[in-house]
């Protein structure tokens, strides 16, 4: 067993991956995998990972990216684990009619893919930006266009196609107005749920009136994630600015409250990134959540040069308990996590379960499930129906 002792549990390697990154030395690996985001595993036990590769912190990872023939293995220097290294999509590399690069539109990460179909927020570049945010990437001075809606549904139907990803991630910064983004999103959901039969998540700002909130559901939604990213009061009022300021705390916590009445069982979801605020504090935001009937979704914080928002120490012993807090308290609450599993940037309530010893495998159920294109299809078809009948009863 490795010095680090994360070998033998492909979950929790996953963990101390994401927490500390990984170097990859062979300059063709990186060209080839290294994205800025990260480079996509696949660790066994089909334990999707998306593991920081670039950023500073990871120079000093314990953990190192080799090659034996045609195998890549991970290594300590002490133990190692077979992993197979998922090339950035080909398609990246191609453009749409209107000559944008696919890569520019739609990032595939395992089975979602994320499409921002405008690239401003209008926190950017200013002093209420969230301080974690990595969206803006007004680096050139050069102001971004929108993607218009066929070049998004191009990108979408280049990814379904090529079966890249089962699930499309719309999301959208801040902009005025009481909608929270979703008049801006509209055409592109409506546009994508007519043409093709993929499930939808979209994450959004908490809109100011309800009415939003049933209006993304019946335009095709199948999943909504208003992010608080944080769940301590003072933190996140330090840390989102912007959005504690012209959204509030208050606000995020009611709107996905009214979502739950509205979107099915565990289709509504918020974030809480690991490591911005204690593990405790983030242990009674999912007590909060869950016990709204909301999923907490557990990304862990990648920092970068000359941010240093982690709060310290924070090691895999640390968070370990606090997934294994997120699942008991999903089972507890019984909120559904079917909907969300194998995101490989974060961690799901599903892939919490295979930390717990003796628990029964979740995922193995979710891949019964959703693993098969028949599977999906079902899961489309039963969100549909479900929709028409709400939509057509004004049921809230
Ligand atoms: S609202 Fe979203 S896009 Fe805008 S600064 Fe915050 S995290 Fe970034």
Known sequence: MSALGYFDNPWALKIDLMLRGIRVVD????????????????????TLVNIPCREEFTERSPYELRKREETHYITDG?????????????????????????????????????????????????????????????????????????????????????????????????????????????????????????????????????????DTYALGADSILYNMGIFDAELFEVICPGRSRLVGRKRYLDALKYAVGIFPNGTVASHLIVGLEPPGSTRIGIDYLTGMGVVPILPIYRPRAGRTLRIEPLTTEIIIPVFKHLYTAVKKSGVNFKWVRDISMVTTPAEASMLMEGAESEMSLLKNLYGSHLGLKAAWGLSTIRRKLRVKNGDK
């Open 27 to 46: 300059p063709l690996a990186k060209a080839w995998a290294c994205g800025t985001s990260g480079i996509d595993m696949l660790l066994p036990e089909e």
């Open 78 to 214: 002490v133990s190692e684990m077979n992993a197979e290294i998922l090339p950035m999509p080909e398609f990246y590399s191609r453009k749409t009619t209107t000559g944008v690069p696919f890569g520019d539109i739609a990032v595939v990460h395992g089975s979602y893919t994320v499409i921002t179909p405008s690239p401003k927020c209008d926190f950017f570049d200013t002093d209420s930006e969230c301080r974690y945010c990595t969206l803006n990437k007004n680096i050139d001075g050069v102001p971004k266009r929108d993607f218009t809606v066929e070049e998004v549904l191009e990108a979408v139907g280049v990814v379904l196609k090529e079966g890249l990803s089962k699930i499309i991630y719309l999301s959208v910064g801040f902009t005025e107005g009481d909608d929270g983004g979703i008049e801006f999103l509209s055409p592109y959901i409506k546009a994508i749920k007519k043409h093709y039969s993929c499930l939808l998540a979209v994450e959004a700002l908490p809109p100011k009136k309800n009415r939003w909130i049933d």
